[in-house]
Nanobody, 124 residues
């Protein structure tokens, strides 16, 4: 059974940094692409960033490009999201997701496994 567990969220002021982690178990982590999505209150779930199975290929939403960095440590079965220069509009529940296949995607419906989410709140 695949399990994804996010951690690292919290309440910070604008301009601060946070690092989210997502620990995976239940299948061979290094074979599958991973992504981060987020959902703000009253809004749909949006793509944030994705990384290929090897970690060599990454892609970001325009809204976070240059501020967020996705990475993975296949030896630790963990994917990270380093978030710098946080803004109030980054406030959301952040979810990690895993999809079958080594190449990542920005489409939420291509991911079959999801974590429970971690809350990130950025105050102005």
């Amino acid at each position: 059974q695949v399990q994804l567990v996010e951690s690292g969220g919290g309440l910070v002021q604008a301009g601060a940094s946070l690092r989210l982690s997502c620990a995976a178990s239940g299948r061979i982590f290094s074979l599958y692409a991973m992504a981060w999505f987020r959902q703000a209150p009253g809004k749909e779930r949006d793509f944030v960033a994705h990384v290929s199975s090897t970690g060599l290929n990454t892609y970001y939403a325009d809204s976070v490009k240059g501020r967020f960095t996705i990475s993975r440590d296949n030896a630790k079965n963990t994917v990270y999201l380093q978030m710098n220069s946080l803004k109030p509009e980054d406030t959301a529940i952040y979810y990690c997701a895993s999809r079958d296949g080594s190449f990542a995607s920005g489409a939420a419906d291509e991911y079959g496994y999801w974590g429970q989410g971690t809350q990130v709140t950025v105050s102005s």
